[in-house]
């Protein structure tokens, strides 16, 4: 998890996530060029890939699923996630935790 790169914000944080949908359960899978991979058990079919996203990844890190959007990339496997009320160490803990 130390190759993830965080870009912090005044409310949080963003970081990049490459989504792979239609997986057997929503995990995370490593990290790939500064990008989380993340496996999500959702079709990539009217936004149903985002919400399991923004809601696995609510979960991992412990925050509401309103703190957590898609703010760049909704139609593509690249995005970009915002996630408010967590910093980068402690979002990077929880990633790491979620993958061991």
Not at 34 to 47: I, K, Q
Not at 62 to 89: C, F, L, P, W, Y
Request: hydrophobic share 45%; proline share 4%; glycine share 8%.
């Amino acid at each position: 998890m130390n190759d993830l790169v965080f870009q912090p914000t005044d409310a949080g944080v963003e970081l990049r996530v490459r989504v792979k949908p239609r997986a057997s359960k929503s995990r995370v899978v490593g990290v790939r060029d500064g990008e989380l991979e993340v496996a999500v058990a959702a079709p990539p079919v009217d936004g149903e890939a985002n919400a399991e996203l923004t809601a696995f990844m609510a979960k991992t890190l412990g925050v509401s699923r309103g703190a957590v959007a898609v703010s760049r990339g909704e139609a593509s496997r690249h995005k970009t996630v915002s996630v408010r009320g967590v910093d980068s160490e402690t979002a990077r803990r929880m990633l790491a935790k979620a993958r061991a």
